[in-house]
């Protein structure tokens, strides 16, 4: 069994996250994992505890973390690892010069994600954080 993700721990996570279909389009099914914040702040710390351990021997020098959940993982994998924390936002969020990068999903192929210039150095270890389990591909 994996350090720390105790069997007990890993069927609440399991049984906490909830999938709802036709979200946010018809055709999709939603992961919708916020009943683990919402709920359980013993899964939510086994989670992200389980989450930095392949990144502890080599930490990353930035969590990129991308808008919005990945937020709410990516900071505190952050502070638990000693990393510095880089925001991606989608477009017209951020205050300083940006850069961007344009970027589809399933169901939206018109959208850009930016950072400030200057957040992330060049050759930077950096690891992205983000719920990329939410959304599924159209069916």
Do not use: W
């Amino acid at each position: 069994m994996r350090e720390y993700l105790t069997q007990d721990v890993e069927q609440t996570i399991r049984t906490l996250i909830v999938k709802v279909p036709n979200f946010p389009i018809p055709r999709c099914t939603f992961t919708d994992i916020t009943p683990i914040l919402e709920r359980d702040p013993i899964a939510f710390q086994a989670l992200i505890h389980q989450m930095c351990a392949p990144h502890r021997l080599h930490p990353p020098e930035v969590i990129l973390c991308i808008e919005s959940c990945g937020y709410l993982f990516g900071a505190p994998m952050a502070y638990a690892l000693g990393s510095r924390i880089v925001l991606a936002r989608q477009a017209g969020k951020l205050p300083r010069p940006t850069l961007h990068q344009a970027y589809a999903m399933g169901y939206d192929r018109h959208r850009h994600m930016e950072i400030h210039i200057g957040a992330i150095a060049p050759a930077s270890r950096v690891l992205i954080v983000d719920d990329v389990l939410a959304m599924g591909a159209p069916r």
